[in-house]
Nanobody, 128 residues
Framework: QEQLVESGGGSVHAGGSLRITCAAPGEYYKRYCMGWFRQAPGKEREGVAAISTGDGSTYYADSVKGRFTISQDNAKNTLYLQINSLKPEDTAVYYC?????????????????????WGQGTQVTISS
């Protein structure tokens, strides 16, 4: 079972920026797509950004468009999420996930139920 490891979370003031990283050891090309998800206390896990590992197409939730940027370094088996103009409502545990079974083929890959490998998460806290 492969493992994904997130890092880079922390506490930031509103308006600030943060970059979180997901180390994805193993054969990166075997993952159909990768995504970032978040879960705030008392809320369901939601998809915020995803990327197709093959052609690099990116997808974003409407709530984060223009502020979040997902990117990947295939040579380093690493996924990134750059978060700018942080808001208190961005406070959550952020998870990276991989779809290794092509469940997202033909779909916008922001549904957490279509990702089968998950990291442990990294806490991001925004103070106003």
């Amino acid at each position: 079972q492969e493992q994904l490891v997130e890092s880079g979370g922390g506490s930031v003031h509103a308006g600030g920026s943060l970059r979180i990283t997901c180390a994805a050891p193993g054969e990166y090309y075997k993952r159909y797509c990768m995504g970032w998800f978040r879960q705030a206390p008392g809320k369901e896990r939601e998809g915020v950004a995803a990327i197709s590992t093959g052609d690099g197409s990116t997808y974003y939730a409407d709530s984060v468009k223009g502020r979040f940027t997902i990117s990947q370094d295939n040579a380093k088996n690493t996924l990134y999420l750059q978060i700018n103009s942080l808001k208190p409502e961005d406070t959550a545990v952020y998870y990276c996930a991989a779809d290794t079974e092509a469940r997202n083929m033909g779909e916008v890959p922001l549904d957490p139920t279509r990702f089968d490998v998950w990291g442990q998460g990294t806490q991001v806290t925004i103070s106003s």
